[in-house]
């Protein structure tokens, strides 16, 4: 048998051994956040590298003459005549007398390419607005090709052969002649805010799938935090517990778990081939966007009305409310911050997603922007797939600029819904 002191020895060793291994455990937690933030911030940093520059847009100074004799006007042109300008010769002929050597028929139909086929609307409003214009020669800065974009943000390597990149070494002479006098310079891309999806890259923006996003997100919370409320109220306040609610409750849970896809197959054979309704719009994609959202918005619901204390309900009963009055008047209103919290936090799972909307056609290539709920459109996570998919290099800094602008959106409906918690939650 061992002595007092062998005994308070051994356990003090236990306690070591105990008190170690507790340290480690610590330790482990710790290094797992770290690697976790070192991972999503190695993250952010490549997304942000390479889609930083998608808000810079390479422009080149020109002198464009906008004298009636070159637009083809007459001499005393009025506002109605400016429509009928032929712009494309006068960017011809201010090309042209940029580059004055360059005479050759193949090498002037290379050399119109310096510039985005979007100038000549640029000209067109420039003019419109301008109309005093007329008969004098203004510089100006147009929107360059994707090909001089990705050379002045340095994305081409020159020093290869030049049968290993798109631009021919003439072409690359040109850029630095204009690098050289000071005629190329970043600017901000207005494109890019401004605009609809594009086969050209300086002329893609994401204000289609953005208005396309936004209508789709608001037929989905008109459609799931109603319902969503309701059918929880129903379940954790009216409904008798037996049976066919245990059913209901196992299936609900089970319907959170289930992939996305699912719920755009049930999109495409309900309410497109079943009902009829149009392909690739924001009602169909929010209707399918709802469904998929309400096992999500029912379970914070019901947990954020399990979290009202019991006396809550007693106090309102005893000084003789209803059993309706008590959930409308008192319950309701102090699980209102967690249903919110949970249905922003479900609706920005729904702008993330982009299989079920893939099912339904909202994956076509849109140029215009949507007007009604009805119109065909795309939304941010399906034209970042599009861009994504595209040969063209100048899509990469697309892609990453957009998902840029998509972490944007969702970090800030995360945060508003953390705030509106910590706003609105009451302590008991």
Known sequence: MNSPSENAALVNAGLQRRY???????????????????????????IFRKGHLAFFQTQVQMEVEFSTDRLGLPNTATQADLEEADLNRALREALFERFPAVTGRSERRDLLGIVSQSVVYELEDSLAENPDWLGTTQTLWLTADDEVDMYHKGNVDT????????????????????????????????YFFTSGDSREPEQAGILGAAVGSLLTL?????????????????????????????VIEVNINNLAAVPSIIFGLLGLAIFINFFGMPRSAPLVGGLVLAVMTLPTIIISSRSSIKAVPPSIREAALGVGASHTQTVLHHVLPLAMPGMLTGSIIGMARALGETAPLLMIGMVAFIVDVPQTLTDSSTVLPVQIYLWADSPERAFVEKTSGA???LLAFLISMNSAAVILRKKLERRW
């Open 159 to 190: 020093e290869v052969d030049e049968s290993l990149r798109r631009q021919s070494d003439q072409e690359i002479g040109w850029f630095r002649q204009l690098e050289s006098a000071g005629a190329m310079r970043l600017g901000f891309n207005a």
């Open 218 to 246: 608001v037929v989905t919370l008109l459609l799931s935090f109603p319902i969503g409320v309701a059918a929880a109220l129903y379940l954790e306040e009216f409904a008798p517990r037996n049976r066919l609610t245990q």
């Open 403 to 405: 998902i840029l602008v």
């Open 20 to 46: 170690r291994a507790e340290a480690r455990f610590k330790w482990y937690g710790r290094l797992a956040i770290v690697f976790g933030l070192l991972v999503l911030a190695l993250l952010f940093v490549d």
